[in-house]
């Protein structure tokens, strides 16, 4: 068995051709989308991904304003341009590039976003929306992940899932979200025992714990369908996933690679987010 890959780099650009015409459409009235995106220090890796979503914003007709702050800035600071983002009715979504410098806290960062504005789906509000199934900003890897399922036409309800990681980005919202489509589902993390017995009888796979190549072929059901949301470097330096590749394809039905699988969709789900926030507001 060969996997059929599942091209996040395409899927995502048909889903910025929609943003795009609805912002199209907004701005036709007078409401251009706009999305504040804000990084703080010069973290290379951030930097890049800060870059590709300013980019992915241009292309789909949404306004991005990319503020840079100094690595030194205070958390203070820091959430009083936040408050004033939240008061300005020409940004209907706010992003705080993570991760911060040591001397701010994160999750204050997260919380003084108003949950109208959380494009990213981090804010209590949104967990809490998804927990209890109502409408809220759903966290843009999770929700592209979905969209990945939804388009390889992988039937969810009964479907054992296994989703390997348990961080409130990632492993917890994945789960939430494929419960809600009625699947059954399991957690595993760094303290499962025997993760193999857990991933050989699932139908989907999304690993998401940050271990290069930790889930390889011999640990899967053939046919399974394999998400990898890892992003790691292996001993050369090399970048690849959490799944090792090469193994797991000869034995999943889809598979996603590294790069061009699930790190496009994340940004084309931001830009989902954010013309949502637009057309509420």
Known sequence: MTAHILDGASLARSIRAEVGRRAAELSAHGRQPGLAVLLVGDDPASTVYVRNK????????????????????????????IRALNADPA?????????????????KVIETIAPDKDVDGFHVASAGALMTGQRGFLPCTPYG????LEFAGTPLAGAEAVVIGRSNIVGKPQALLLLQADATVTICHSRTRNLA??????????AAVGRARMLTGDMLKPGAVVIDVGMNRDAQGKLCGDVDFDSAAKVAGWITPVPGGVGPMTRAMLLVNTIEAAERA
């Open 145 to 148: 992940v979905m969209k990945m």
């Open 197 to 206: 017995e857990h991933t050989r009888r699932a139908d989907i796979v999304v």
């Open 91 to 107: 940004i209907h979504g706010i992003l705080v590039q993570l991760p911060l410098p040591a001397q701010i806290d994160a999750r």
């Open 54 to 81: 300013v980019k992915d914003c241009e292309e789909s007709g949404i306004r991005s304003l990319l503020e840079r702050m100094p690595a030194s800035t205070t958390e203070s600071a820091l959430l009083s341009r």
